[in-house]
């Protein structure tokens, strides 16, 4: 099944619900949008000359233009390489290279950076500002009929982050996205006719795969106009849309508790937040269900296997007199209804539940492996079982506890030393607003513990004091042996920290 079917199915149902806004406006219903997307799919087809299976990439900061774009691409029977709109030229061209793509959209603001990333692929043939003619020009013509697509046909080629090198191209099919979908609906959400999304963070990568879903449902999608994350412009638009679905990284989910803004946010507006792509410190979890209620629910996912190999829902939230409840939501949840998830030693044998190994999962959202690139996919993909990097443990009631990644765990003296533990305590102190922990080669332990702080505005963290916080609720072994002082953490474009980049300030 090609992956447009579901705005088929959703310009029959809902015809006249809006399916796109802008900021506080509609845009287009449910049955423009779908006839737009088939007169823009002839183009693509006629007058650009793309056939099946060819790539189309795009690089456009949050707008409407960008779900047209992507559901004329499948509707025509192609592949959508989207690209974060915070890229390096340098990083654009790789990913148009690798990917091969023939014809790549772009918002007004990214057309310098894609000219000249499109110096280095070769494949690329025209570039296309949704602001223009050209583009409006798409929007005019006859509809063609949506394209056959076998489940098995790249729909999505998904760059990882690369927070350790040149990025893969995770490739998903329709059938990894539309088994996204479903899942979606059986462990998160299923969300009402006439609902609604606020695209906060990229739609590229995290906000644009709850596209599937919330299209699916008749859920209006709403481009903030500024194009990105601002709390109060989020708010306003959280009041104005009913029953307000979100995802934020819980870096984001931070920036809304803590901004005086939330607290506009009407009784009851919003249905649902979505967290997950890196760890939620309990914290400031606990800070958020506080403020807002019993809204959230995390996900534990990757590009590999997109917003789908476990999660915490919004009953294991708000389940306050379990005795287990802190550490249900120190953990990533259960595994999803269509994932099997194992935590293995270095072959393959799954390890005691308990014990900490690698997580690897089996199941139709994941990846069918990464494109132009065997080797990776060899590594990654294993007798079908996907090898996620992630370190972990099961307890015994089957909730996941995610340690870290592989790379990142520290070995000291013999002993693993998962930096998030050692993370979620130094954030219990007040004036820390962030923190990262990183091993330094030591000659006698193998690695030590350092951690870098970065200390909220105005205020004065002396490590005695962040010692002391370790002592009282770490083992002494796990405890910093040094701290480093830092304005910002840094992060790339996904908002991830670079730990490859903080050991260069060991
Ligand atoms: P990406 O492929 O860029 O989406 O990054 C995926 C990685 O983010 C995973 O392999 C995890 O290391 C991390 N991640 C995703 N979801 C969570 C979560 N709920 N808690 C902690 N880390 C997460």
Redesign the pocket.
């Known amino acids: 099944m090609n992956i447009a079917h579901l705005l088929l199915g959703s310009s029959q149902e809902f015809r006249d619900l809006p399916a796109l806004a802008r900021g506080t406006s509609p845009y287009l219903s449910y049955r423009d949008l779908w006839r737009k997307v088939a007169v823009m799919s002839t183009h693509l087809q006629v007058r650009f000359g793309l056939q099946r299976g060819d790539r189309v990439a795009f690089a456009m900061t949050n707008c409407v233009e960008a779900i047209e774009v992507m559901y004329a691409i499948w509707h025509a029977g192609l592949s959508a390489v989207p690209m974060n709109a915070k890229l390096h030229a340098k990083e654009m061209a790789f990913i148009l290279e690798n990917s091969g793509a023939r014809l790549c959209f772009v918002t007004p603001d990214l057309a310098g950076t894609i000219a000249e990333a499109a110096r280095e692929a070769p494949e690329l043939r025209e570039i296309v500002d949704t602001t223009t003619r050209a583009y409006s020009f798409m929007g005019v013509g006859d509809p063609s009929p949506m394209a056959d697509a076998e489940p098995t046909d790249p729909a999505w080629l998904?760059y990882?982050?690369g927070t350790t090198g040149r990025p893969k191209g995770?490739t998903l099919t329709h059938r990894n996205l539309l088994a996204m979908t479903l899942n979606y609906f059986a462990d998160v959400d299923r969300p009402p006719p006439g609902g609604s999304i606020v695209h906060a963070a990229p739609i590229s990568?995290?906000s644009g795969l709850w596209n599937f879903p919330m299209l699916a449902r008749g859920s209006v999608q709403v481009f903030p106009e500024s194009g990105k994350y601002e709390v109060p412009e989020t708010v306003e638009l959280m009041n104005r849309w009913p029953e307000c679905s979100i995802f934020l990284a819980?870096t984001m989910v931070k920036r809304l508790v803590e901004h005086g803004s939330a607290a506009d946010l009407r009784p009851g507006a919003l249905r649902l937040i979505t967290?997950?792509?890196?760890?939620?410190y309990v914290s400031d979890l606990k800070r958020a269900m506080e403020l807002l209620g019993n809204v959230l629910t995390?996900?534990?996912?990757?590009?590999?296997s997109?917003m789908t190999i476990?999660h915490l829902s919004r009953e294991f939230h708000a389940e306050r007199d379990h005795p287990r409840w802190e550490a249900r939501l120190a953990s990533?949840g259960i595994a999803d209804t269509c994932m099997e998830v194992r935590v293995v030693d270095e072959d393959g044998r799954q390890v005691p539940t308990g014990e900490v190994g690698e997580i690897i999962c089996k199941g139709d959202p994941v990846m069918s492996g990464y494109w132009n690139n065997p080797e990776a996919t060899a590594r990654s993909l294993r007798n079908g079982w996907l090898w996620?990097?992630?370190v972990g443990a099961f307890d015994e009631e089957g909730f996941l506890t995610?340690k870290?990644?592989s790379k990142d765990m520290i070995i000291s003296g013999g002993s693993n030393i998962y930096p998030r533990e050692i993370e979620d305590v130094l954030n219990l102190h007040p004036a820390v607003a962030e923190c990262s922990v990183v091993g330094r080669p030591h000659p006698e332990w193998g690695e030590e513990v350092v951690a870098f702080i970065v200390p909220r505005q105005g205020a004065n963290v002396k490590p005695a004091e962040l010692d002391k916080l370790c002592l009282d609720n770490i083992a002494r072994f796990k405890r910093p042996k040094d701290y480093k002082f830092l304005d910002a953490l840094p992060k790339n474009n996904?908002g991830?920290i670079l730990k490859t980049e903080l050991r260069t300030k060991l």
């Open positions: 998904f990882t982050s995770a990568h995290g819980p967290y997950g792509g890196a760890p939620m995390q996900l534990y996912g990757q590009g590999e997109p476990t990533a996620t990097g992630d995610l870290d990644r996904y991830k």
